[in-house]
């Protein structure tokens, strides 16, 4: 009888928590958008709540959702609503977050695990860039740090609650469907003509742009650049889990559609991507399937049949040597500055401050490195650069070393992820990877999810049910 009421007792504070959750959340929202004078709230009430309560039930809900969801943020380019509707992805994120200290304890991860061996690295940068927010402060330390290292809640709430095994299958599925469906919008585009997107709201040169006389295909996202780089994470993510297992109907079925994905990724014209596809395409041929690297010969068969007015914008040196340009007029900046220019002193915070100051300001006046690597280096200095170059190898070596403790289909997903790592290390030279959203969505999610698999079944979240996966 005391084990009962002692049960009851424990099941039932999560319940309270989750409503009164709810209820503030639901509360918050309405008179947010009430006072925006927007008819619909009570719509947004009607989905708010269950969406509350299914987050404090079950956290992990909330990164599944943000992954499906993230691809599709650009669209809010041309809704035409309020403004503050941008923050849904950092409400998401705080949500989810505070869900898992309200969340039954069968959702949480057990007590005792060993840390990240990549967190001394991660957390040495974090003190460089904040200190160099406390030092610079107002809207520019704000803005550099939220761009910078906001998401890293995501992988907080991650290491809290854990995926479980169905729900790891999941984010695969969710990856693979969305990366088709914003392929297919991407190839749209590009029937359409960049005067109908215009038309729809889309502005020239930040979201429309072109290479030479070609339109770049956007998608769903706010620029080519973020939906070349998602397409490349979802081929590696994707054809990790396919090669393995072949057979599976959806597999199969993401197979047959990986043209789609590279005849959309190549409209983009970011080489970036492609450089990045190639580094992780190799490690799977060298590593474990070896018919990757029979795929090369055929690959550059098929490229040259897509015609000058793709292969040229894609093999110009033209932007590469203006990046060299531009690094090599900036280097100054970072001999003045051994300990940095301060945080967000480019790329797309100081774009977004000088908006801020002067919205007369036209896009693209302000220094892009188009390298991580340099980027951090002008801003942090030498010994934030030190510290990114220690991240990345120990996030890599961490990955890399889940691979060979795992088995079935975690190591197939752990395998996707160590390519995306290499991938996104090969992509930083040539671009500002971990601003570009949802790049630094994905990466941070897909690390935490791996860093956290546990080899055990035994320990699993859901390792007494089946493992009964549809197959498609």
């Given at each position: 009888m005391v084990a009962a009421t002692t049960s009851t007792a424990r099941f039932d504070v999560p319940r309270r928590a989750a409503l009164a959750f709810a209820v503030v959340g639901a509360a918050v929202a309405v008179i947010a958008f009430t006072l925006a004078g927007i008819a619909w709230a009570l719509l947004l009430l009607?989905?708010?709540?269950?969406?509350?309560?299914?987050?404090?039930?079950?956290?992990?809900?909330?990164?599944?959702?943000?992954?499906?969801?993230?691809?599709?943020?650009?669209?809010?380019?041309?809704?035409?609503?309020?403004?503050?509707?941008?923050?849904?992805?950092?409400?998401?994120?705080?949500?989810?977050?505070?869900?898992?200290f309200l969340c039954p304890a069968e959702a949480r991860a057990p007590a005792g695990r060993v840390l990240p061996r990549w967190l001394p690295a991660l957390l040495?940068?974090?003190?460089?860039?904040?200190?160099?927010?406390?030092?610079?402060?107002?809207?520019?330390?704000?803005?550099?740090?939220k761009i910078g290292f906001f998401y890293l809640l995501a992988a907080v709430?991650?290491?809290?609650?854990?995926?479980?095994?169905?729900?790891?299958?999941?984010?695969?599925?969710?990856?693979?469907?969305?990366?088709?469906?914003?392929?297919?919008?991407?190839?749209?585009?590009?029937?359409?003509?960049?005067?109908?997107?215009?038309?729809?709201?889309?502005e020239y040169n930040t979201v429309i742009r072109f290479a030479g006389n070609s339109l770049r295909s956007f998608s769903t996202f706010g620029q080519p650049f973020a939906f070349a780089l998602f397409l490349m994470v979802v081929l590696l993510v994707g054809l990790a889990a396919a090669l393995d297992d072949p057979q599976r109907t959806r597999n199969a079925m993401f197979m047959l559609a990986t043209p789609v994905l590279v005849l959309s990724m190549t409209l983009t014209f970011v080489r970036a991507a492609w450089l990045g596809l190639a580094v992780g395409l190799l490690y799977f041929g060298f590593r474990r399937h070896r018919i990757v690297l029979a795929g090369i010969p055929i690959a550059l068969v098929g490229f040259l049949f897509v015609g000058s007015s793709v292969a040229d914008p894609l093999l110009s040196s033209s932007s590469l040597n203006e990046r060299a340009r531009g690094w090599s007029a900036n280097i100054e900046q970072v001999q003045q500055h051994p300990f940095g220019a301060g945080i967000g002193a480019t790329g797309a915070v100081a774009e977004t401050i000088q908006q801020l100051d002067d919205a007369s300001v036209p896009h693209g006046d302000t220094y892009q490195p188009d390298n991580f690597y340099f980027k951090t280096v002008y801003e942090l200095g030498v010994l934030g650069l030190w510290m990114l170059v220690l991240l990345l190898f120990g996030v890599l070596t961490a990955t890399r070393r889940a691979t060979l403790r795992l088995r079935g289909r975690d190591r197939?997903?752990?395998?996707?992820?160590?390519?995306m790592v290499l991938a996104a290390i090969a992509a930083s030279a040539v671009a500002t990877y971990f601003e570009?959203?949802?790049?630094?969505?994905?990466?941070?999610?897909?690390?935490?999810?791996?860093?956290?698999?546990?080899?055990?079944?035994?320990?699993?979240?859901?390792?007494?049910?089946?493992?009964?996966?549809?197959?498609?």
């Open positions: 009607a989905v708010l709540i269950p969406l509350l309560l299914a987050l404090v039930q079950r956290p992990q809900r909330g990164v599944l959702l943000l992954l499906a969801l993230a691809p599709f943020d650009g669209l809010l380019l041309i809704t035409g609503f309020p403004k503050f509707v941008d923050g849904w992805k950092e409400a998401l994120v705080v949500v989810t977050l505070a869900a898992t040495g940068m974090l003190t460089i860039a904040t200190i160099s927010a406390i030092v610079l402060g107002g809207d520019r330390a704000l803005y550099g740090m709430a991650i290491w809290r609650c854990p995926l479980g095994r169905r729900e790891r299958d999941r984010l695969i599925t969710v990856l693979m469907a969305v990366g088709f469906v914003t392929a297919i919008v991407g190839l749209a585009q590009q029937a359409v003509g960049h005067p109908s997107l215009a038309e729809l709201g889309y197939s997903f752990a395998e996707g992820v160590v390519a570009i959203f949802p790049m630094d969505v994905l990466f941070w999610v897909l690390v935490a999810v791996v860093a956290t698999i546990d080899p055990e079944p035994s320990r699993s979240a859901d390792s007494e049910l089946p493992e009964i996966v549809p197959s498609a």
